[in-house]
Each structure stands twice: as structure tokens, then as C-alpha cells.
């Protein structure tokens, strides 16, 4: 069964090259079309399958169901190198210049399933997937790190994974539902341009220029709902650590010797019906990703012997983020809901972590949503939302270019689509 189910996420993300979402650090800022028109808010709102990512105690109350849809995501992202001050010799710069991201375009899709065991308990099934570290530059940006004609281009990353929830939810006692979804994962990275670092690691031939490689593992996602009434509900979802098998080849380039696991979530949240067709939501959300070294170990630090790979080396230098997310529901009529959503959260990096963070610049922290739903008979619709992730700078120096300044930046758009279909 394990191996299934791991063959099927991995099938997924073939079908899926870039799973690159508008995003939250690397986390998609919503799971579902219906959820992303809410901008992620619904911990306590029961929407559709794709529930189980947002919170699995949800289920019970979408009904026999299963929902499909596909998104265009459209990032925009780069930095720009400032003329440095002084290039005394020996002190490495990144050519002076604007550099713009190739790969605008990706198609992401979503499925979500969920049975109604009885009137109270439901099995599901959802598969999505995070991305947001997808860059290739068409330059060699790190050429001056090493000598000429060392390093080639193009120069990125690209990371992404899926995911496989699989729920089980019921209502224990009037107004309370758990739910329980064990996780499976599968990941791949690609690194390109970077052999300027092969001399800084543990394992210098497993930096750069490998190709795919892949990683499996898991964990479990719990989830409570309370309805307090029919006006207003509670919702908290906790999402475990993913424990993930090591990307070997590239042990050299990530710290804990390719150890990248993905890190736990916390969202708690409220649903208020305002009056009897408007909803108003809002959820926190915290993820953890100074758990992770690979993701939070610090790059500003002079560069030296066996500075990667480590369990010390370099990672991207993220913090943990803490999103609000506001949502607006309105049942508009018997045929049509309308959606409205903002978030906002605080900075995942520092202006003296850009240096790798030019790989993958993670600098948005508010996004702006809204979509519908269009009921085509009765037991069918379609859902529409809209994603837009204002332009964010983030400036800085690191101590490698301490007589060059610059910043990163980037912008998002996300239309997605998605059919309804209960049975």
C-alpha cells in the first residue's frame, strides 16, 4: 500500500514538473480553489475535498464528493546587484545587473475525494503540493566566486514537492469533529550553476549540476472542529514535521547532509456568519521553519572550509512566519457564492541572508484573493479564484560582497479552476 501510494505521488509530480504555488515561504497560501479565494482562511470552514489539507475534521460536512481543478501560476521574481563600492582582488561580487527568472508560466493541478462512511464519519483524499524555489537565471551569477570559466549557466534552483492526505473524521459529540490524516511526501531538487561552492562543502561533487533527485517520507496531520452553534465555529489543524529521506546528491549543497524535511504548520481559526449568507473568517497560521536547518542555518557568514553540507552549513537563513488570514463568503444566491480574502505575514529573511536567497527569493508577504462559485445542476459546480502577491524588495550585503549592495524581489499572479461533483 505504502509503496502504492508513493509511486502515485510520484506519477503526480511528473505530471506536475513545477509545483510552484503562490506562496507563504514555500507553502501555498491556500489548498483548494475555493480555500485560495479565501486566501487560505477556513480552518473552521468546511468548503470542499480538498479540506484535508487545510484542516481533516472538516470532512464530515462536504458530503459525498470529489473536486478537480487546475491553476496558472504566473511569478515574477529576480534581484537586482548594485554596483559595488571597491572590487579590491580576492573579495567575489555578483555582476552588476538586473536579473529576471525564466519559467513565468506553470500549470498546477489539485484532486480532492471524500465518502461518507455514515451521517457522521467520512474517508478522504487530497493531493497538492508546495512549491515557491524555482529560479534559473540565464547568467552565471556566481562567476566571479570562482575563476574564469569555472562556473556555467544557467544558475537555480528548482524545488518542489506533493503531497498525499488521507483522513479519516468524525463527529464525536454534538458540535465537535477530529480528524486524523496521515501524510505521504515525496520532494525533488535541482540545483544548477553553483561550482563556485564545490570547494566550501563536505562533499564537493554532490553541489551542483546533478540532475532530479528525490525524496520520500511523511507525517500526520490532525484537525478539531467546534460549532458552537449555527453561527459561529472554531477550527484548529496542526500538520507534523514531514520526516523526509536524504537527497543524497546533493548532501554537499544542504546542510545535515542533505536532510531537507519539511516543517511542521499550526493554524487555529474562526467562522462567523455575520448574517445569514456572509461568513467572515480568520485564521493564524505559524510555520516552523528554523526547525529545519537545510531551510534556516544562517548565509551570512564569511564562507569557508566545509561550509556546506554540514550540520552546520549554509541554508537560506528563513524564519518562522506567522500568517493572518481574513476571508469574506457571500451565498449570493441559490446559484452563485462570491469569495474575497487578504493575508498578510511577517518577513521569512533578512536583507544579510540574500546571498543564497537570490535561489529563491521568498520575499512576498501579503496577497490579495477573490473568486466564486457557480452551481451548474445539483449535485455539480465550478469555482473560479483569483491570486495576486503584491511586489515585495528585500535589500541587503552579505560579508562574501561586503562592498556590494542589492535586493530580491518578487510578485505573483494565480488564476485557478476547479469542478465540483457530488454523488
Known amino acids: 500500500m505504502k509503496k502504492t501510494a508513493l509511486a502515485l505521488l510520484s506519477f ?18 491556500g489548498y483548494g480553489t475555493r480555500n485560495k479565494a479565501l486566501a487560505g482562511a477556513g480552518v473552521a470552514l468546511p468548503e470542499d475535498a480538498m479540506g484535508i489539507a487545510v484542516n481533516p475534521a472538516l470532512m464530515p460536512y462536504v458530503g459525498n464528493r470529489y473536486d478537480v481543478g487546475v491553476g496558472l501560476f504566473m511569478p515574477n521574481r529576480g534581484f537586482t546587484a548594485d554596483q559595488p563600492s571597491a572590487t579590491p582582488a580576492g573579495v567575489p561580487f555578483i555582476p552588476t545587473g538586473t536579473y529576471e527568472s525564466d519559467n513565468d508560466f506553470f500549470l498546477i493541478p489539485h484532486f480532492g475525494y471524500n465518502r461518507m462512511l ?21 547568467a552565471a551569477v556566481f562567476g566571479n566566486f570562482a575563476a574564469p570559466g569555472v562556473t556555467t549557466s544557467p544558475t537555480g534552483i528548482d524545488m518542489a514537492q506533493m503531497f498525499m492526505g488521507l483522513s479519516y473524521a468524525r463527529e464525536f459529540s454534538p458540535g465537535l469533529t477530529l480528524g486524523l490524516a496521515p501524510v505521504l511526501s515525496v520532494q525533488r531538487i535541482k540545483a544548477q550553476g553553483l561550482e563556485p561552492f564545490q570547494a566550501l562543502s563536505i562533499h564537493p561533487d554532490n553541489v551542483t549540476n546533478k540532475g ?5 517520507g511523511g507525517g500526520v496531520k490532525i484537525g478539531a472542529l467546534s460549532q458552537f452553534n449555527d453561527r459561529f465555529s472554531l477550527g484548529l489543524a496542526y500538520q507534523s514535521r514531514l520526516w523526509m529521506s536524504r537527497l543524497k546528491d ?6 545535515e547532509e542533505g536532510d531537507f524535511d519539511i516543517p511542521a504548520i499550526v493554524q487555529v481559526g474562526m467562522a462567523l456568519k455575520i448574517k445569514p449568507d456572509i461568513s467572515f473568517l480568520y485564521d493564524i497560521q505559524h510555520i516552523f521553519f528554523e526547525d529545519v536547518p537545510a531551510i534556516a542555518n544562517a548565509n551570512g557568514i564569511v564562507l569557508g572550509p566545509n561550509s556546506l553540507g554540514g550540520d552546520t552549513g549554509l541554508g ?8 493572518h488570514k481574513f476571508g469574506l463568503e457571500w451565498n449570493a444566491s441559490k446559484d452563485w457564492d462570491l469569495r474575497l480574502g487578504f493575508s498578510t505575514a511577517n518577513d521569512v529573511l533578512s536583507g544579510t541572508q540574500a546571498l543564497f536567497n537570490v535561489l529563491a527569493p521568498a520575499t512576498v508577504t501579503e496577497h490579495l484573493t477573490f473568486g466564486f462559485t457557480r452551481k451548474i445542476d445539483q449535485d455539480s459546480s465550478i469555482s473560479f479564484a483569483f491570486s495576486h502577491a503584491f511586489n515585495k524588495k528585500v535589500s541587503g550585503t552579505n560579508p562574501n560582497t561586503p562592498f556590494q549592495t542589492g535586493y530580491l524581489e518578487m510578485d505573483q499572479n494565480e488564476l485557478e479552476i476547479s469542478w465540483s461533483q457530488m454523488f
Open 212 to 216: 532530479y533527485d528525490y525524496s520520500y
Open 250 to 255: 546533493y548532501n554537499g549543497l544542504l546542510a
Open 118 to 138: 455514515d451521517a457522521k464519519s467520512s474517508l478522504g483524499l487530497s493531493i497538492g503540493g508546495n512549491g515557491g524555489m524555482n529560479t534559473e537565471y540565464n
Open 12 to 29: 503526480s509530480l511528473g505530471l506536475a514538473p513545477w509545483v510552484t504555488q503562490a506562496s507563504n515561504g514555500y507553502f501555498s497560501h
Open 316 to 323: 537560506f537563513g528563513w524564519e518562522d512566519q506567522t500568517i
